[in-house]
């Protein structure tokens, strides 16, 4: 009888323990299905990772270049023009000689050059006639000369606008510069004036002389001959 009982307990402690085996001891089951559609679900997964990361890459280096088209040249370069036209108008005037930024230009003219007249002293008047033409001619020689001399500093002006070109970083920069440029073709274009005008200033100088005195001459001439006639007319 009570080998019955053992032979019982043992059979039955043996299913417990057959039945409570861990699920590692069972074999596996490999779906090769089911591994293709996990590998394609990470894989886009990482696509869209990356796809994310290029567009926030992009949107930056959008937002670098907004900075650097907002940036502004510290200081602009503009030359010394103003300076430059104010030497050359003060330096086309020679002596007493008429100038074209005399603001009494006319006035002087008129005087210097009365027209078809019989001057005091003739002597007097051609010297002066002659002075004034020589110091016109000397004037537009001296505004060439001056004009000459300011090209080193041009030049230098003109150097520091093209390294700024070149390191141009942005819209804007490229705009200030390209501005910087506009206004020293602007100021150029007023020292080719104002040589035209000292130019000018020489050759109607020289003109209004010659001019001047052939009405003299002719005047002289003609006072003369009037005084000839009242001669022979009160004999």
Do not use: C
Request: hydrophobic share 40%; no cysteine.
């Amino acid at each position: 009888m009570k080998n019955t009982r053992g032979i019982a307990f043992a059979l039955a402690l043996a299913l417990v323990l057959w039945l409570t085996q861990p699920a590692a001891a069972q074999l596996t089951v490999f779906d090769p299905a089911n591994y293709a559609q996990n590998t394609l679900t990470e894989l886009h997964t990482l696509q869209s990772t990356i796809n994310e990361a290029t567009q926030i890459s992009n949107q930056l280096q959008q937002l670098a270049h907004q900075v650097q088209n907002l940036q502004n040249i510290p200081s602009g370069i503009w030359g010394q023009v103003q300076q430059d036209l104010s030497s050359l108008t003060q330096i086309a005037k020679v002596g007493q000689s008429i100038s074209y930024a005399d603001s009494t230009l006319s006035a002087e003219f008129a005087r210097m050059y009365p027209g078809y007249t019989v001057p005091t002293n003739y002597t007097q008047a051609y010297t002066q006639w002659g002075t004034n033409a020589l110091g016109g001619m000397q004037g537009a020689l001296a505004s060439a000369g001056l004009q000459s001399s300011q090209f080193a500093s041009e030049d230098a002006t003109f150097a520091q606008l093209q390294a700024l070109s070149d390191g141009a970083a942005g819209h804007m920069q490229a705009l200030q510069v390209s501005n910087m440029i506009a206004i020293q073709q602007v100021q150029q274009l007023q020292k080719l004036r104002q040589l035209q005008m000292a130019q000018l200033q020489g050759e109607l100088g020289y003109l209004a002389t010659q001019q001047q005195n052939e009405l003299t001459k002719f005047a002289i001439l003609r006072a003369w001959l009037d005084s000839q006639k009242s001669y022979t007319s009160s004999e």
